[in-house]
């Protein structure tokens, strides 16, 4: 895995696995994370896939699907935004932790571990 910082962001690409996913996950966790706020600017597409060293049409593809999930806007001329709609961030985030649940629930499944007995894991766990 490779870790690249690009400024407000930082990407960890892991090459055996799709990189559009990757840029489109962790795009959707930062805005999840609060460390891109409604109305910031993100990398512009050519930017974003030099600083990764990725094609600009990978680039591309994660920004079409943000741009379909509303969680960005594009101005011409300006370029890329978060979007300033809260039910849209709020959206992203509820299908990020659904999806977090739903690899911890497979997990347990696959311990053995039963439905209650999970629930009493993330009822002990602490945040750190």
């Known amino acids: 895995m490779e ?3 690009t400024g407000d962001l930082t990407f ?3 090459l055996s696995k799709p990189l559009w996913g990757q840029v489109l996950h962790q795009i959707r966790g930062a805005v999840a994370r609060s460390d891109l706020q409604p109305g910031d600017k993100i990398p512009s ?5 030099q600083q990764l060293k990725i094609n600009p049409n990978t680039v591309m593809r994660a920004y079409q ?6 969680l960005t806007e594009t101005r011409r001329g300006q370029g890329t935004f978060i979007t300033s709609s809260q039910q849209k961030i709020s959206d992203v985030k509820k299908l990020l932790a659904g999806e977090a649940a739903k690899e911890f ?3 347990m499944k696959t311990l053995g571990v039963s439905k209650k007995d999970a629930c009493t894991l993330l009822e002990e766990a602490k945040w750190s």
Request: aromatic share 0%.
């Open 12 to 14: 960890t690409l892991d």
């Open 105 to 107: 629930m497979l997990a």
């Open 45 to 49: 597409l050519r930017d974003l896939a």
């Open 65 to 70: 699907e943000l741009e379909r999930d509303g």
């Open 3 to 5: 870790e690249v910082n």
